[in-house]
């Protein structure tokens, strides 16, 4: 009887110790979230984390008993809570350290926690309760088990849970003809008992439990969103706003809920949830951008220009968003619902490709003068390294095709000087990656037009699909090798066709020349050939680079023949302009100039018949002029048709012509 006395006297005084240390550093913790000075309170957790670990290291090197057990489970709440916040996410160490504090607690329990997983182990400990005071302080664990599970999605461990809690003996009372109730009224009717305060811990438990219910709206209302249940996602969404937010996370709801009723149709409506996550969190520049696109969406290019060039300006003033959160919460929401499907939808806005974007759709618009200036901030952004990889991961453009839009604006506002300039720098990148030749394969299933395989097949037959064409013996590899070597051509021969272009401007026509004949030199490295196979081990869409290659080359023609014609070499600028239309029969330009000088030749009839003959090829041409929207924008504005109202005084002129001499 003595022995029994003096060792639960041990017991209790060694318990006494434990709560006196652990309080010691919880009562450290909150003396330096009121002072809230960022560094010395970056210390003061790692402290306080390393003397709580130290501390539950020591408990758990004895044996768990009926008493010492709430004291341990607080101890490891504070542990982990320390350890979450000094990795600034919810990590797998997180889980094993619950999954070994609920099986001491089994341990406890006289039973047996081999090879259970962590609902395993709350089902074992839960139907085995004694009452009141292990569901109590159970409560602790219950609430990090769910923040563990939360960005790993487990909702359905966490409706699991959340029931068992509720049901195990000693717990508050709970309805059980309504135990098939949603998660979020699970949440709601889920009742804590009022703690002793004796154990403290370094984040309120009810405040958690408050996160912890906004945040599981939060994901609940996401993954609505992926089903298109855009109304259930927008109620969903409301009820998260209306639980324990931080004011980014309170933006991130609203945004998504400006997601959600724009996709119902409704852009008004969105771009006020856009303007509201904005006013909650004016460094929440997702929001913003949702704006951006939306306005583009509506034709409204004003509102939208003026967006984006708000987001640029604010990315260049900001030194990052930084998150302002309440030091007091250590486990906070936005912990609690990264994923990657919500990573990748919040994404940091990034400036290079902000001012890419703006600088486009400058360019689109016809606003050359803005184009130009944000294009050259670019490029000048460019000189850091970093920045250029940002840009790479996020945005589907190359660099070398960013330089030729600028070099394009840059033609647009007769800086010629500076596209030469431009044009080398990517010359001196591409060159060295051009092959002595390229070949590429063009397949079709279509009969009709397999009979004419060995001629030359045009890219206005849209029945002739253009692909990579892989042996059985190459690897994946190779061909992104082929497709780097073929970008490298376009890009090296898009620098030389600008290049000529700025030199006819400045009147150097023998340098243009130079020029215009440089890119086609290049363009010929690649070899098409033309195959009936049908079968092969891996094909890979290449129908756009082959659109832009053949487009160049007959653009190419044009602008040489054009300067042939100024020089009076007609013979010279005839031949430039059959061979643009070999390469593209359906070139209104190519058809204008050749006429043209077959005009100028008094060689009146032969000109008819040609005009009587493009005449024929109107599904053609519109068919062209559609695929002439995907064009690069670097050779967009070279694509225009000559003058429409000298086209037609010209056309009209042949057309009296053929009627005086009755073509037929």
Same mark, same amino acid.
């Given at each position: ?148 599970? =939360?960005?790993?999605?487990? #909702?359905?461990? %966490?409706?699991? +849970?959340? &029931?068992? /809690?509720? !049901? ?114 004016? =460094?929440?520049?997702?929001? #913003?951008?949702? %704006?951006?696109? +939306?306005? &583009?969406? /509506?034709? !409204? ?364």
């Amino acid at each position: 009887m003595a022995r029994s006395v003096e060792l639960g006297f041990i017991e209790a005084t060694t318990l006494h110790d434990w709560i006196e240390e652990n309080n010691d550093v919880v009562r450290q913790w909150r003396v330096a979230v009121s002072a809230n000075t960022s560094s010395p309170l970056q210390n003061t957790l790692q402290s306080c984390h390393l003397s709580l670990s130290k501390l539950l290291l020591k408990i758990q090197g004895l044996p768990p008993t009926v008493h010492s057990l709430p004291v341990e489970l607080k101890v490891l709440y504070n542990t982990v809570v320390l350890d979450i916040g000094v990795s600034d996410c919810i990590t797998q160490k997180h889980a094993s350290m619950l999954s070994q504090g609920l099986c001491r607690v089994l341990e406890v329990q006289g039973q047996k926690a081999v090879g259970l997983n962590s609902m395993e182990l709350w089902q074992q400990i839960l139907q085995h309760s004694d009452g009141e005071p292990v569901v109590t302080h159970l409560y602790y664990l219950a609430c990090l088990q769910l923040a563990v599970w =939360l960005p790993e999605r487990q #909702l359905e461990n %966490t409706k699991a +849970l959340l &029931q068992l /809690l509720m !049901m195990a003996p000693g717990a508050v009372s709970f309805d059980s003809g309504k135990q098939e109730q949603n998660l979020l009224t699970l949440f709601s009717n889920w009742r804590m008992f009022d703690d002793d305060i004796a154990v403290l811990v370094v984040q309120d438990i009810k405040v958690l439990k408050g996160i912890l219910y906004s945040c599981t709206a939060f994901v609940q209302g996401f993954q609505k969103m992926e089903e298109d249940k855009f109304k259930d996602a927008i109620h969903i969404l409301h009820e998260a706003a209306g639980g324990i937010c931080s004011r980014r996370t309170l933006a991130e709801l609203y945004t998504l809920i400006g997601s959600c009723t724009w996709k119902l149709g409704k852009p008004q409506t969105a771009l006020q949830y856009f303007k509201q996550a904005l006013q909650t969190d004016p =460094l929440y520049l997702t929001a #913003l951008h949702q %704006t951006c696109n +939306l306005y &583009q969406q /509506l034709g !409204m290019i004003d509102a939208e220009l003026g967006a984006r060039d708000l987001l640029c300006r604010v990315l260049q003033n900001s030194n990052g968003s930084n998150i302002q959160s309440d030091p007091a919460c250590l486990v906070q929401g936005e912990m609690l619902i990264r994923s990657p499907a919500l990573s990748h939808y919040f994404a940091e806005v990034n400036q290079c490709c902000a001012k890419y974007t703006l600088a486009r759709r400058y360019m689109q618009d016809g606003r050359v003068t803005e184009a130009v200036e944000h294009y050259l901030d670019l490029l000048s952004l460019f000189q850091d390294n970093a920045q250029q990889q940002i840009f790479l991961g996020t945005v589907v453009t190359r660099i070398p095709e960013v330089y030729l839009e600028a070099a394009s604006a840059l033609i647009q506002a007769e800086m010629y000087h500076d596209v030469i300039s431009v044009c080398d720098e990517i010359d001196s990148c591409t060159v060295d990656l051009i092959p002595e030749k390229l070949t590429l394969k063009l397949y079709t299933t279509d009969p009709n037009v397999l009979e004419i395989l060995g001629k030359k097949i045009t890219l206005a037959d849209s029945d002739v699909r253009v692909a990579w064409w892989q042996h059985s013996n190459d690897s994946q590899n190779t061909w992104k090798q082929k497709r780097e070597r073929l970008n490298a051509i376009l890009w090296t021969a898009g620098a030389y066709f600008l290049q000529g272009i700025a030199y006819t401007h400045l009147k150097a026509n023998r340098e243009a020349v130079t020029y215009f004949s440089r890119c086609l030199h290049v363009l010929f490295k690649i070899q098409i050939v033309y195959v009936e196979e049908k079968h092969c081990d891996s094909v890979q869409d290449a129908h756009s680079e082959i659109a832009v290659l053949q487009k160049m080359k007959s653009l190419a023609f044009i602008e040489r023949g054009r300067l042939f014609l100024e020089w009076g070499r007609e013979k010279e600028a005839l031949q430039n302009f059959q061979l643009s239309l070999q390469t593209a029969p359906d070139s209104n330009r190519a058809k204008y100039f050749l006429l043209h000088v077959l005009w100028k030749q008094n060689r009146k009839q032969e000109a008819v018949s040609y005009w009587q003959k493009y005449q024929h090829s109107e599904k053609v041409a519109e068919h062209q002029k559609a695929a002439e929207r995907d064009y690069p924008l670097y050779i967009a504005f070279a694509t225009k048709d000559v003058n429409s109202q000298e086209e037609e005084s010209f056309f009209r002129m042949i057309q009296e012509y053929s009627r005086t001499a009755a073509i037929v």
